[in-house]
């Protein structure tokens, strides 16, 4: 973390942290030593949910979403973390666009994903199609 403190000292050019916060240990350890600029982060890599947001009522810095090519579910489970956060800058969930049309998607492509638009019935669909 001390090398993240001295790149930040050394320019004003916002340096976000990314793919080098994969776990919420990580994001604990550089927030807890001084780290106030930008941080995206990707809920479904980062540990346990519930742990995510406790975190996030410490941290009150710059704070961006992310996806990393979830099914439906963990979509639907990013959204809906994001959609708590009080201050998120931005979701980037332009992952969908990859895969192809399986009919497991619950979101449509493109800039309008919205959280909520998965049932726990869908959820459950999804996941009894995955088992098969």
């Known amino acids: 973390s001390k090398a993240y403190q001295a790149l930040q000292n050394v320019t004003t050019t916002p340096h976000p942290l990314d793919e080098s916060t994969t776990h919420l240990l990580v994001l604990s350890v550089i927030t807890a030593g001084g780290w106030n600029s930008y941080i995206v982060c990707k809920p479904l890599v980062h540990g346990p949910l519930d742990t995510i947001q406790q975190w996030r009522q410490i941290f009150r810095g710059k704070l961006s979403f992310s996806s990393v090519f979830e099914t439906a579910i963990g979509m639907e ?16 969930a332009g992952t969908l666009a990859y895969f192809e049309d399986d009919g497991l998607s619950r979101h449509p492509i493109g800039s309008a994903l919205t959280p909520g638009q998965v049932s726990l019935e869908d959820m459950e ?5 995955l088992q098969k």
């Open 77 to 92: 489970t990013l959204l809906q973390i994001a959609s708590q956060d009080a201050n998120p800058l931005a979701i980037g």
């Open 125 to 129: 669909s999804v996941w009894c199609q």
